[in-house]
């Protein structure tokens, strides 16, 4: 079993920063590449940044790369996805997800992030 928990959603101005962290406990969360997803309304989830537990590999959609960094402590058993310069699209719901081959996907109940412009 993992467990997700998200926090540091708000509301804030377009051009603003927010930092979303992820704690995640288990006996098998270390085998999971964990990574940050979301949704907002009438859309469909989309997975927007990923990372291993070591942060040797990463990934990054498209349209929040140069602007999102995704980071992980493993020590802590935190993940975190720094996200600068907020459009009013960034708008959603965000799931940290922790996802590797053979195992149960897990998520957390998500955060709200609202920009405003």
């Known amino acids: 079993q993992v467990q997700l928990h998200e926090s540091g959603g708000g509301l804030v101005q377009a051009g603003d920063s927010l930092r979303l962290t992820c704690a995640a406990s288990?006996?098998?969360?270390?085998?999971?590449?964990m990574g940050w997803f979301r949704q907002a309304p009438g859309k469909e989830r989309e997975r927007v940044a990923a990372?291993?537990?070591?942060?040797?590999?990463?990934y990054y959609a498209p349209s929040v790369k140069a602007r999102f960094t995704i980071s992980a402590d493993n020590a802590k058993s935190l993940v975190y996805l720094q996200m600068n310069s907020l459009k009013p699209e960034d708008t959603a719901v965000y799931y940290c997800?922790?996802?590797?081959?053979?195992?149960?996907?897990?998520w957390g109940q998500g955060t709200q992030v609202t920009v405003s412009s």
């Open positions: 997800n922790a996802q590797a081959p053979g195992l149960r996907v897990y």
């Open positions: 288990g006996r098998t969360v270390s085998r999971h590449t």
């Open positions: 990372t291993n537990w070591s942060g040797t590999t990463t």
